[in-house]
T-cell receptor
């Protein structure tokens, strides 16, 4: 069965801390992995990763994919309270099929 | 730029009633996706369309659920009859070219009493 697993499921840190969120997957005919941030409403797109070993970076956020070990990490440095959200990992596979992980709920305390 | 537009934002109705959720994708996007999100099951893909044609509806939970996309700028998700376990947030998302990310609407929060 195609699946995406995320860990931890929830995380509480203080402002300034660095966090690493994990996503592992088992799918047929992997195409790409996506990270989304969901606050109160719709998930908003962060990164799309297709190739192994190439880091994508946007400000304090960065992500990398390992297609051999079937996982990705999302790093957030110098966290701020505005980073508090659910971070979703999704995998696109076999055509246009998407499967989402359960998400990691990040809480950043002042 | 207008994003994906969903309506209504909230819907509260009694079980047994018909519910219709609406979605307007981003102009020029040729793929449209309907998702359901609950605390227990997370985000689940229900159905997706490519160029207005339903491609995969294996995620639709039951025959009570149906989705249509009569043209490139409009889609509906209908539940008839509705049940309390259908209560969830329903998201619509659209995508342009292949290998591009999906863009989500703000969702419809559905409560079936």
């Amino acid at each position: 069965e195609d699946k995406v697993v995320q860990s931890p499921l929830s995380l509480v840190v203080h402002e300034g801390d660095t966090v690493t969120l994990n996503c592992s997957y088992e799918v047929t005919n992997f195409r790409s992995l996506l990270w989304y941030k969901q606050e109160k409403k719709a998930p908003t797109f962060l990164f799309m990763l297709t190739s192994s070993g190439i880091e994508k970076k946007s400000g304090r956020l960065s992500s990398i994919l390992d297609k051999k070990e079937l996982f990705s990490i999302l790093n957030i440095t110098a966290t701020q309270t505005g980073d508090s959200a659910v971070y979703l990992c999704a995998v696109l596979y076999y055509g246009q099929n998407f499967v989402f992980g359960p998400g990691t709920r990040l809480s950043v305390l002042p | 730029d207008a994003g994906v537009i969903q309506s209504p934002r909230h819907e509260v109705t009694e079980m047994g009633q018909e519910v219709t959720l609406r979605c307007k994708p981003i102009s020029g996007h040729n793929s449209l996706f309907w998702y359901r999100q609950t605390m227990m099951r997370g985000l689940e893909l229900l159905i997706y369309f490519n160029n207005n044609v339903p491609i995969d509806d294996s995620g639709m939970p039951e025959d009570r659920f149906s989705a249509k996309m009569p043209n490139a700028s409009f889609s509906t998700l209908k539940i008839q009859p509705s049940e309390p376990r259908d209560s969830a947030v329903y998201f619509c998302a659209s995508r342009g070219q292949d290998h591009q990310p999906q863009h989500f609407g703000d969702g419809t929060r559905l409560s079936i009493l």
